[in-house]
């Protein structure tokens, strides 16, 4: 049931912004081995002159914020963070070098799924 927020820092085309979605889904799926139907992606451009990296505003990046179920391995974490980070270069162009990843494990407490229901009462 991974989260997933992609932070771009220049604008994209609605086109770019279709493949990167579609390529982040892909990557969690494949990687985490997450059934597509648990996948939800959403994408925020920031506007110019909101991002400063390394004293420079608005080079190109991409970060992947993901909130998932606790209990994946690192190997899968490390995965997923391979994969996405392809995918924003694959369809952005923008250095892998530029893309980061980051990680957060909900206790299964304290993760709800449909009508309100915590991940761990739902028995999983």
């Not at 914020?65 to 270069?89: H, T």
Request: hydrophobic share 45%; no cysteine; proline share 6%.
């Amino acid at each position: 049931m991974p989260f997933v927020t992609i932070t771009v820092t220049q604008p994209l085309s609605p086109d770019q912004k279709q493949q990167l979605l579609l390529a982040s889904s892909d990557a969690v799926v494949d990687a985490l081995k997450a059934p597509l139907p648990s996948v939800r992606i959403v994408l925020h451009e920031l506007p110019a002159g909101h991002y400063l990296n390394g004293g420079k505003f608005d080079t190109m990046a991409v970060e992947y914020e993901m909130d998932m179920i606790e209990g994946r391995s690192e190997q899968l974490k490390a995965d997923v963070m391979r994969e996405l980070s392809r995918a924003a270069n694959r369809v952005l162009g923008v250095s892998e070098e530029e893309v980061r990843v980051r990680m957060t494990d909900f206790p299964k407490t304290d993760m709800g799924l449909a009508f309100g229901v915590s991940v761990k009462a739902a028995g999983r």
